[in-house]
């Protein structure tokens, strides 16, 4: 399998690719150059192939967000957003919306950076697009269910247990995305990983002043490839290890420096704002489906008991019925008792047939009454 | 769906606008103008939408605090509280009792700043009208569960079934509640986020400290308004930089600094007591409604055990008078057979007549006293 | 029922003062004096309040923890616990218990401050009858379990349901005393915040140093009430406001400044300790009642399989019956195709007569134990 | 209950007092020269009592660490065991095999401290003891489920509830110790609080230094008893509270100072990996558990749909024979209808007889017919 | 149990080394050998044992990572992977794979250290092997629900039965994987103290470092062997010493000193990452199970509706058929009791015989139809 599944990754595969300006075109890029391109591992890459079906992530990573929400697939950088190309309505919608929202700037007045107006596109498409499909579960099951409260027939429980299969893996796909904007919202350090533009701008400033410098260390540390941990003291790196330096001293400067990055404070803030609002909407999406859950499960207990209790309801009835053939029955004996074949001295009185229809008559009706009584006493009888 | 969706938010709605003094006027304002007003993104005015229908959240912002507690939605300020307008009741004693509590100032002792006052009145309304729905249910719920205790009828299963719905949606709402104050309650940064009558006072002092400074800076960054980090080191900014920059050191000063910022601290300890007083309200509502829900499921396993039992309690009457039937049959088998046209000699002598009878009926008897022991012995029978 | 409500809580109430040296006295307070004296907000007092009845809550605040552990509900303070009187047996002990110990001091030999003290006793009171509740109702349900696993009978049903209800309403009040202790346990600010002896020590020696100090800013700033948060820079303070940062302090030692407060770390631990011993009582208590939730399911679940055992033991029967009495019906169809009134030459030969007997009762007994054997072979029956 | 609760905890006990050295001795010592020896407050012994049956607990103070494994219930100090003693197995073994151990101190190469050495004994040989009953409760419940599931009888049930007794007071004692574990490896403070040995140490070195400092102290200090808190700024401090204040740095050192206490790093490592190896091993025991009881689980759940299953089957048979019963008594009339006594005309012809049985017998034999088909046709008979 | 475990752990067993430049070999090495190569002590051993059979574990130890992923036992240390050697498949595949890889370094751009490519392997053939096993039990499952909710037979509910259980298994290892991963992933100590080549080359730089200087303590030291703990002030230690106080400053380094150790905030990034990866594919594998186990429920709840359903069916046709027996019994007794052998006067009218033929016969069919309608009425029946 582990072979066979590395073929199949290196084949190249269409993508959009939307600059910061709001243009878009089509390329096909194989797996490898998106690797080199993003700076990402091919584990991450993976997230995104459509062979595999993977639940919904957002990753931080260096140099890119890697967002697989539903059918959007992308990586997002500093500069562009190369988006996986497919048929779906979805990832068209994205990219025109998109490309729009980036071409008329002004009717957003929280200026965001060009990566979390991508990033907030993906969730809100994709909480909508999950909203609607709860909506219209919705639709579906309240009117069955009812249905199946009053009366209970084949055809519509398997429609409520095909339907309790979509309600349960749409309530995983909608899970995975709260979870993981929830996860995102809990870990301050991965918040600042994503300042794409800001740990690329900070870079290019540390670079422009530390040019000499590095210049010279550079030629030092080529020969020294295959050591990955520079000595302790030595402040020299390439241009990657300062990047990371950044980006660990982003994530940490809550704690350290409050003064000299006041602005990643603030931009903390300007994530846990965005991924906050979707939150609230996906968190709503997901009690509306566990709503619909507890309303399936309550109406199975009801029509559980309500089986119950028409059975008892047929078994009184039945019994009723027994009871009554027995009954009957027994006035069956007496007149096959006298329409036995001996000749007895009863058969002499011609009222006694009169007699005998009245005596057993009665007697039939006593015993059932008795039983009707007994029953009653006995209180299994509601009637 | 996305665009009709935009132009929806755009139509002008009805607010109520509260001071500090107590005064309140009713406003036709539109989304936009709210935005620029209390400095909120588009997303964090949408979860006030009445045409969404959003659980509670409270979220803390730069200038606002943006409540949306069931009924009561409003956007609290360091200066007003502007208020959804409704006819729902619960907005109109929100309205008239935060004017009358503004007026009237000194039955308060503990001197909470303004737009916790408001924050608690939202608070307190919304747990007391929880609480009263719960309490309304317990009423109506309990009788019905042990009427369907003593005995089970159709209506009774479906009022059960409507009242557990009440029950599930109530949860739900209560639960949002309590997890939003939990959440505040959790989280040090969100709280201090909230403190905005400080905040303002602080922006203030700065301010005139930093004029000259703030002056000249201003000039410089209009021009870069393309660039959204300032560079490292560079300690100028807008108002709106050092309003966040404040944000970000009262959120921090716990750490940090303690000497010079030990009214934050206490500040903190203010929101977390008000807090905590509705959680343990909120939470007991919340646990209410559990007991509520576990009753209901008690009294359903009741039901469930009590069919059964009925149920067989049922078969054994129809075993005992099937086997009763069976017997009766086994007489008339005797009978018939004596009624059958063949002429033998057991017809001759007509004392065989009472023979047939004792004889058959004493069979019977005992037969049937047999089937009794056996049951017994087999031990279905608690008779 | 927001105004009413204001109304019930302004009548004056009985209340017993207990004094660190042990002795008690009973007064009539009303809610706004106890808030002037302990310096609590509305709100807190509430929670007091048997009008409403609220769980279990340990809550500390700047000068008093507010205790309702069950039926003990109290406000301690540095100098004296302000018990609220009831005829409850346990107020009363506690009362008397808490005396006794504060009068003779010796046999306890970790010396814990005053308010540990009286907190240790309403934690140790409360275990002990929450306990001892505990094992009452396993006395009492364990029993009718076994019962009831043996024989089902309505009234057992119905005593095991009542019993639920108490279970349940008693984990919850246990629940919430174990959540309530681990909660503080969890919090090391809010453990600080209770160190009220400590607080007011330290706040007493940092008044007598600061005096001149206070006395001039207290000039100063009785002009700026409306004011709530002094200006940054400005260490003056009212008494309030120090009492406060010195609370900060404490809370905030742990990571700050070791070497000063070393005895506000030891004092954590005190209490840590204390807590900790209580937890683990009280969680021993719930683990017992989740133990009777778990036997009283793990019975229903075997009543509910015997039942449906018993009742196909019973079909089984029900089947053998009437399978009996179809084989029955059949030989009395033969007797009454016999008995019919037609003259055909079967009725000539005497022998005839026995000859159908034996066939006729040959066949009935071959064709109930064809019944059997097809019964056996489809393994519906263990018999 | 309280004050007979204190008398009882008076009586002296039997321990065992195991030394570094692996020297035993058996002593008579009642509680209150225990709480004085190891400085323990009442509370936090009467955890170990037996009289009080409370789970099992780990509890790390200032002197001494308080274990109560299962049986194993003792007191570690840094020179010293005292077990309590017992004739159970396991507090035998315990001593044996830790006596053993510290008397060949070389077939272990990681040189724990004596403390741990003593604590690791406990946890494997508790580990062993649950991991062994859980096996022995899984060789005897699976034999009895697999029996159950291909035939139910009372026995068997009977036998499957108390073993599911048994499962749930296993699993509460294994969730207990598991917890226990997992909570110390949560809470480096805890853990560090735990170094007896290591504390003892510092303290000797750091006594040694400020000998003349605190001799003198300690004649300021002896008169001021009453005074809890020494005030702010008093660095002097009598033998407890110099330890108190070290394992405050001990726990706190990793985020102040690690260069002076690299020391006490490498010891939380220490203990971190020897939790963790037994957590690893509990761990292991619970989801065994917890497997037994999903199984049971299971196997009920299949139990009540076989049940069902043939409890339809069993009504299938019901009703064809109930149909066959039905189709008899029709044959059956038609012949009391011509073994009436009327005469009438078709008695006259012989023939008759003959077909009235035929007819009669084709229709009752097409009835049944009809029956099947119409049973098959609605679907309730797999037949 | 004690003394003979300890035995079977000093057998020698096999291994495979695998070196850094991907030469593998087998070695026969006893327990103790590996505990002194790898220093790692017994009990972290004793997770690999084959004999215990352990739930997947990652441990990070000093020198070593102690790996047991599913059938995968390793050692991972800075320089060599100790595999254990077994016939497993996955062993061989992990083996020949692993060497592959470590010989043609060029294909993978993220340059990780050695012991994270090991470790990533294990992971990543683990994930495969678990998601592969997922995906045979879905292909197993779905068919025999889908059978089963149609008709049930005892065949597929043992089927069920059985694989339910591979089930709980499966799930139980996955979710024991998916746990180690988390855990580690939060705790950035644990992941810290992975860096194996790292804290070995910074421990070989500050040896030549201190080279002298430890030369020298030495010597002091190897006097005081059984003072575990060095004096406070003292720099002096052995190498273990310092290899531990790396680690400690590793681990916390990102709180205190973020220039000098900027590396180590880009490693735990590394790993961060790599964990993430295989933590998304691990989660999803774990989500299908539980997807499969609500499928599985879901199907069970059907049946038992279902079940009832039938049941009830079937009771209605039952009752249906002895309301028509009790009719035709009554037909019986007519017949009767014109059979028995009393002269009346009735018999001397032959029209007699039809008009109590079509009297009973029209009074038994509305007899009947009065029944049905009823039933109707009471709302029994859905006919």
């Not at 878009?24 to 797996?31: F, G, P």
């Not at 997002?76 to 957003?81: C, G, L, M, Q, Y």
Request: with cysteine; hydrophobic share 40%.
């Amino acid at each position: 399998g582990l072979s066979e599944l590395k073929k199949r990754g290196h084949g190249s595969r269409s993508w959009i690719k939307i600059d910061q300006d709001g243009s878009s075109k089509i390329l096909e890029l194989d797996k490898s150059s998106i690797m080199r391109h993003c700076s990402l591992p091919a584990r991450d890459l993976r997230l995104l192939d459509p062979l595999f079906i993977y639940p919904s992530t957002i990753l931080g990573r260096e140099n890119a967000i890697v967002v697989s929400l539903e059918q959007i697939r992308c990586i997002i950088t500093a500069d562009e957003v190369i988006l996986m190309n497919s048929l779906d309505g979805r990832v068209i919608q994205y990219e025109s919306e998109l490309c729009k929202r980036l071409r008329m700037n002004k009717d957003h007045n929280d200026d965001l950076p060009f990566e979390f107006r991508a990033l907030e596109l993906a969730l809100e498409l994709t909480c909508m697009s999950l909203d609607a499909q709860v909506k219209e579960l919705e639709l579906e099951i309240y009117p069955i269910l009812d249905e199946l409260a009053s009366s209970i027939n084949t055809l519509n429980l398997e429609r409520v247990r095909r339907l309790k299969g979509h309600l349960l893996a749409l309530t995983q796909r909608v899970q995975k995305v709260r979870d993981e904007i929830e996860h995102l919202m809990d870990d301050d350090d991965d918040m600042a990983e994503m300042y794409l533009t800001e740990k690329k701008q900070r870079l290019e400033a540390y670079s422009s002043d530390q040019y000499a410098q590095t210049e010279f260390s550079e030629g030092v540390r080529s020969g020294s490839k295959s050591e990955p941990v520079s000595p302790v003291g030595s402040l020299s790196g390439t241009h990657r290890g300062l990047q990371r330096a950044f980006s660990s001293i982003v994530s940490s400067s809550r704690h350290e420096n409050m003064l000299s990055s006041s602005s990643s404070g603030e931009n903390i803030d300007q994530l846990e704002m965005l991924l906050e609002a979707y939150f609230v909407v996906i968190d709503n999406t997901l009690s509306k489906l566990s709503s619909l859950k507890e309303y399936i499960d309550d109406t199975e207990d009801l029509i559980n008991i309500k089986l119950g209790n028409v059975q008892n309801q047929l078994i009184q009835f039945e019994l009723l019925l027994t009871a009554a053939t027995f009954v009957a029955t027994i006035f069956a004996v007496v007149t096959g008792i006298f329409g036995m074949n001996f000749e007895t001295s009863v058969f002499d009185y011609p009222s006694t047939f009169h007699w005998v229809l009245l005596v057993t008559g009665f007697f039939c009706v006593g015993l059932y009454l008795c039983f009707l009584f007994y029953f009653r006493h006995k209180k299994v009888f509601p009637l």
